[in-house]
């Protein structure tokens, strides 16, 4: 089963990020104009500064998941996810161990706790594997789905993988 992606949605982050991006910029170059809110040149070019690297960094992002023609894959294998700034690997059936449902705000997200949280997490490179450890130090695993840029809602994916789950765990692949 694949599930697609909101392509619309996330262009509309994009544009968002893009504004933002902006000001950033103006703010950079024209901290004395912006300072009338912060009262010091200095913090507002500060501020810019984040702004644009922040900005930046999301726009990459984004563009890099609307660019895959896959949203997320659930098969005999297990779960491929291509929907978030971690995406791209494989989480197998047998190394889940259970999946939860939280609520983080006004977003609910799957939660899916494996065996060997360490060893997932050590597989890949820096910046991600830092992204991952922050996901298991808040949430008790790594792993996190949102169907928040998904064509579904969160209770079908869970629905989904749930199924998915008891038809595929005990199955040698």
Known sequence: MEIKLLKGKLFLFFIGSF???LLGIYTILYPDEMSTFLNRPIL???IGILTFLMCGILMVVLLKVYFNKKGLIINEEGIM???SILSGYLITWNEIVAIRKVNIRSLTILLIDIEKPNEYINQFGRLKSWWLRLSANSYGTPISLSSYFLDCKTDELEIYIR???????SKEI
């Open 19 to 21: 504004a933002f991006f």
């Open 44 to 46: 507002a070019r500060l």
């Open 81 to 83: 996810d291509y929907s």
């Open 163 to 169: 199924d998915a789950y008891q038809k595929y765990k």
